[in-house]
């Protein structure tokens, strides 16, 4: 290893300073209050769009003939069902569903795929 | 400023290591400070790659020569657009970008995340920390890309001629998008086995990465393969080397992962698939990455054995061993859900799907390894070639052609057999009337795999197109908007569904085009004299003249001198001309002569192509420079030549290449007509754009005003119930 | 047929198609393999008639053109045996005297006869990601 000139030693110690800097900041914020609420209302969030869109995609594969009408009512029953019961969990932890914050990124959701109602 | 790349990564890797340790004590310990800490230092990791990234691109522009990699890989005569490509063409700079990369991509996972999986994103974050920690590591302890050298040389060894083309611009840093892109579900998914939260959570916000990387993966291998059909002197576009084979292994589990994902969001089964696929995917991602710098393999590619292979074996045995575990240890929590309710269902046909490609990834895989497993079984180091692989494949790739036709008609648990007997008729009878047209009015019959590859690439589109249609109608019976209007709400609104269709169809191009310019390729070669004609099938091209140029070829590539041919080509009525020609680079080796050093450097093939819907015709020259080895050899030795300047030498190329030109010699031609082999290009182009498609999210306002929409009228029916 | 059966009858059907294509692929893959020799190992143990890969670099001045004939000598990467070679056929742009060569063929006399085609050389770099022509068809 070769000696360190004085121009790598100073990078090096303003790098490191830079870095300790910003990581240090929520450090010093000390420990937040553990909000459960928040990543429990966003995973439900998820979880109901998720539920949307197989309502979605079951009323479509009935409209193109793929599902019978039995088959589809019976799917359909049971993930609205679902879907309530995620409404009431998200009920639970106080949630305004009209002043909901975005949506989780993760799930794209559309009115109904073959038209509105 | 090297120093201060240097010292980037030093501090980098210290803030991985940080990264890694916060985030998991924080995830242990309950202290979320911690956890926002140690996200914070990826950010901070990425701010200094991207410094570092800059520092080494900047030296690469302005022919800093102090820089060791530099002088290795660039010079003064590089033309300015490959200057900035020429970084990663190096062992160090393609590990600086892989680690770039990661630290991005990382960066924008966790931000997309912050607020979900409290749980798993800590531990999240500490994989890719610590993956990015070892590039960092390999970097420093090895490869150091801002490595120095005193006293600084004047000029740098250049960078390889075959690697100037925009193809090879691009084709690294897509890759690398593509591997590391799977490195986030990865992570994710380890997260999810460590906290055993194995339901669908883990997936739902890395799809998006999945997708992505998937996408940059394919397209970066497509890019590959036309660079290798359109530049280099032999005409193909895969040679199933290990190279080309170790980065298809993962897009291939890739696919399957994106389709299998599905069923495990729909339905909550195949966990432990999934789990299993997305490690499988990310191993193979890292020996793709590596394979041609381990040594371990024979590959043009390859030049014996470098240092990183040992590292790099270690750190794949980790993965492979620790992920091995963490999955065996949560054996319970990956149960099913749910069971399979039919065959005839989208969840069992998208896990025979899988099969298939799966069967695929590990039949290449067979071949690729085969000298270490022939070694190893019999004492003796022996390899296959194109026509193992294309025999293993064919079948397998049919199959799988046949379901991506069948896939799109089914629905999930169940399809009555009325509704598929409803949606099976039309793509059938295209199927039908396809077979009947092809034995009718082509040759196809030659080749039997042909031909059924044929007729299930007119299944799959007749499929694809059917879905469309009738979506369209659906909805204008909804609606009553116009087709056009219609088309474009059903594929905004159903961006998933309709973006994966179009891939289907994609591939279906793709296969359409590798079946047909497989099986009915026609190649000759032949040595023609000036004047002189050959004729093919429907071609006759005539040896009208010779060629040459100095300096300036027209892909800027900065050649010394370009020797060629112009070719008359007369099909039927239509006349047109190719010109073929070669590069000739200078090369600095001492050893030659100061004239025959202009022909005895690198030399490529620039070929001369052209394109069309039904078929393509290539060519390629390989001029007889004997003819002027006789001039050369006395200019070398003309005492004047050898201390004239760099002008007068080029004056006497100049008169060289008049006398090529004016007196052409006979040269060896190879010609191919490759018929449609243009579809694969526009397959993979059609599948970019179902990608694209279905990559694209939702505005937010249109999903807050569903939402509220769908709540309204479930919050109805709670209270009517 | 109760559920449970039918999802046992599945997997082995799944099992018995599985083992019966890893049979294949090991049966085809042993079958169509060609070995890998160095000039030393040919000169030494070759048998007329079979077919090797031969592997090493091309000999300094010893590359003839003959027409559409390419002649060179192979030698050992670490050695000075060298067998000549008789080679028609594409001849990849990295091919030059001194680069690490691959060719496909048999032993005749002395000599080895290439396939046609079958030519690959190997990048000069340590590392580049690059790729090569030749070796399209054996």
């Known amino acids: 290893m070769r000696s360190l000139r004085s121009v790598e030693v100073l990078a090096l110690v303003i790098l490191a300073v830079l870095v300790a800097l910003v990581v240090a900041v929520p450090l010093r914020r000390g420990s937040e209050v553990d909000r459960r609420d928040d990543q429990r209302r966003a995973a439900l969030e998820a979880a109901k769009e998720a539920k949307y869109r197989e309502i979605r995609d079951a009323e479509m594969d009935l409209r193109m003939g793929k599902l019978g009408p039995e088959d589809h009512r019976e799917i359909d029953t049971g993930l609205r069902a679902e879907a309530i019961e995620i409404l009431h969990e998200l009920d639970k932890l106080g949630a305004d569903e009209a002043s909901d914050p975005s949506p989780a990124p993760g799930a794209p959701a559309g009115e109904g795929p073959v038209g509105g109602r | 400023m090297a120093a201060l790349g240097s010292a980037c990564l030093i501090i980098g890797l210290m803030t991985a290591l940080y990264a890694a340790g916060a985030s998991l004590y924080g995830a242990r310990s309950g202290r979320r400070q911690f956890v926002v800490s140690g996200r914070r230092a990826i950010y901070c990791l990425a701010g200094l790659l991207v410094v570092a990234m800059v520092v080494l691109e900047t030296a690469f522009l302005r022919s800093d020569f102090s820089f060791a990699l530099v002088a290795q890989g660039s010079s003064t005569d590089t033309p300015t657009f490959y200057k900035a490509s020429a970084m990663w063409a190096t062992q160090q700079g393609s590990l600086m970008l892989w680690v770039f990369l990661l630290s991005i991509l990382s960066s924008a996972a966790l931000f997309v995340t912050r607020h979900r999986h409290r749980d798993i994103a800590p531990y999240a974050a500490a994989v890719l920390a610590a993956v990015g920690a070892f590039f960092l590591f390999l970097m420093i302890a090895y490869e150091n890309p801002f490595a120095t050298l005193s006293p600084v040389p004047p000029e740098g060894a250049g960078l390889n001629p075959l690697l100037r083309h925009p193809a090879m611009m691009i084709h690294p840093p897509l890759l690398y998008t593509g591997y590391v892109g799977f490195s986030i579900p990865f992570a994710f998914a380890i997260g999810a086995l460590i906290t055993r939260r194995t339901d669908a959570d883990w997936i739902r916000s890395t799809r998006r990465f999945a997708l992505l990387a998937w996408t940059f993966l394919g397209t970066g291998i497509l890019l590959g393969a036309l660079w290798s059909y359109a530049e280099l002197g032999w005409g193909g576009y895969w040679a199933w080397d290990p190279v080309e084979n170790a980065s298809l292994m993962p897009w291939l589990t890739g696919t399957a992962f994106l389709h299998s994902i599905m069923v495990q969001e729909k339905r909550g089964m195949l966990k432990l698939w999934n789990v299993s696929l997305i490690i499988a995917t990310f191993v193979l991602a890292l020996l793709g990455t590596f394979l041609v710098r381990s040594g371990i393999l024979d590959s043009i590619h390859a030049f014996g054995a470098s240092t990183l292979g040992t590292p790099f074996l270690i750190f794949i045995v980790v993965v492979i061993g620790g992920s091995t575990a963490l999955v065996l240890?949560?054996?319970?929590?990956?149960?099913?859900?749910?069971?399979?309710?039919?065959?005839?269902?989208?969840?069992?046909?998208?896990?025979?799907?899988n099969l298939v490609l799966v069967a695929i990834c590990a039949v290449i895989f067979w071949g690729t390894f085969f000298p270490l497993i022939s070694e190893a079984v019999?004492?003796?180091?022996?390899?296959?070639?194109?026509?193992?692989?294309?025999?293993?494949?064919?079948?397998?790739?049919?199959?799988?052609?046949?379901?991506?036709?069948?896939?799109?008609?089914?629905a999930w648990r169940r399809v009555t057999p009325a509704g598929l007997r409803r949606a099976a008729l039309f793509p059938a009878a295209a199927t039908l009337a396809t077979l009947v047209a092809l034995l009718a009015f082509t040759r196809a019959r030659d080749s039997v795999p042909a031909l059924v590859m044929f007729c299930l690439v007119a299944f799959v589109l007749a499929v694809v197109g059917q879905e469309f249609w009738r979506g369209t109608a659906?909805?204008?019976?909804?609606?009553?908007?116009?087709?056009?209007?219609?088309?474009?709400?059903?594929?905004?609104?159903?961006?998933?569904?309709?973006?994966?269709?179009?891939?289907h169809a994609g591939i279906a191009l793709l296969f359409l085009g590798v079946a047909a310019?497989?099986?009915?390729?026609?190649?000759?070669?032949?040595?023609?004299?000036?004047?002189?004609?050959?004729?093919?099938?429907?071609?006759?091209?005539?040896?009208?003249?010779?060629?040459?140029?100095l300096g300036g070829d027209d892909a800027g590539t900065g050649a010394a001198i370009s020797l060629g041919a112009v070719l008359d080509v007369r099909k039927g009525e239509q006349r047109f001309v190719l010109r073929p020609s070669r590069n000739y680079y200078r090369t600095a080796d001492p050893s030659k002569g100061p004239i025959g050093r202009f022909f005895e450097g690198e030399a490529t093939s620039e070929v001369d192509l052209r394109w069309g819907l039904r078929r393509d015709l290539w060519t390629a020259i390989q001029p007889d420079v004997a003819t002027l080895t006789k001039a050369v050899q006395r200019l070398d030795r003309d005492p004047r030549i050898a201390n004239a300047g760099p002008a007068q030498q080029l004056r006497a190329i100049a008169a060289l290449a008049e006398i090529y030109r004016r007196d052409p010699p006979p040269a060896q031609f190879r010609a191919l007509v490759s018929p449609l082999v243009v579809w694969i290009w526009v397959g993979g182009a059609v599948v970019l754009m179902g990608a694209l498609i279905a990559l694209w999210p939702a505005p937010e306002a249109r999903m807050r005003r569903v939402s509220s929409l769908h709540g309204a009228r479930l919050g109805r029916e709670l209270s009517g119930a | 047929?109760?559920?449970?059966?039918?999802?046992?009858?599945?997997?082995?059907?799944?099992?018995?198609?599985?083992v019966l294509l890893g049979a294949a692929l090991v049966y085809t893959s042993f079958s169509s393999a060609t070995e890998a020799s160095t000039p030393s190992?040919?000169?030494?143990?070759g048998e007329p008639g079979r077919s090797y890969e031969l592997t090493g670099k091309v000999a300094k001045g010893s590359v003839e053109r003959e027409g559409d004939e390419l002649r060179f000598r192979?030698?050992?990467?670490?050695?000075?045996?060298?067998?000549?070679?008789?080679?028609?056929?594409?001849?990849?742009?990295?091919?030059?005297?001194?680069r690490e060569v691959i060719v496909s063929g048999g032993l005749d006399g002395g000599k080895f006869v290439a396939e046609r085609d079958s030519l690959v050389t190997k990048c000069p770099s340590k590392f580049t990601k690059d790729k090569d022509g030749g070796g399209a068809e054996r």
Do not use: C, H, W
């Open chain 2, 329 to 353: 240890s949560r054996r319970r929590e990956l149960r099913s859900e749910a069971r399979l309710d039919s065959l005839l269902s989208r969840e069992a046909f998208f896990l025979l799907n």
């Open chain 3, 1 to 18: 047929m109760d559920p449970s059966r039918k999802r046992k009858l599945r997997l082995v059907v799944a099992l018995s198609a599985a």
């Open chain 2, 474 to 503: 659906a909805r204008r019976i909804a609606t009553g908007e116009s087709r056009p209007r219609a088309l474009g709400q059903l594929v905004l609104r159903n961006r998933r569904r309709y973006g994966g269709f179009l891939a």
């Open chain 3, 41 to 45: 190992d040919v000169l030494r143990s």
């Open chain 2, 517 to 549: 310019s497989s099986a009915f390729i026609d190649q000759r070669d032949v040595r023609l004299s000036p004047g002189g004609a050959r004729g093919g099938d429907a071609n006759t091209a005539t040896y009208r003249g010779g060629t040459a140029s």
């Open chain 3, 74 to 98: 192979v030698r050992d990467r670490d050695g000075t045996t060298s067998v000549p070679v008789e080679y028609a056929g594409v001849v990849p742009d990295p091919f030059r005297e001194g």
């Open chain 2, 378 to 410: 019999t004492g003796t180091e022996s390899s296959v070639g194109p026509p193992f692989f294309n025999a293993v494949t064919t079948p397998l790739a049919i199959a799988l052609v046949l379901l991506a036709g069948i896939g799109p008609v089914l």
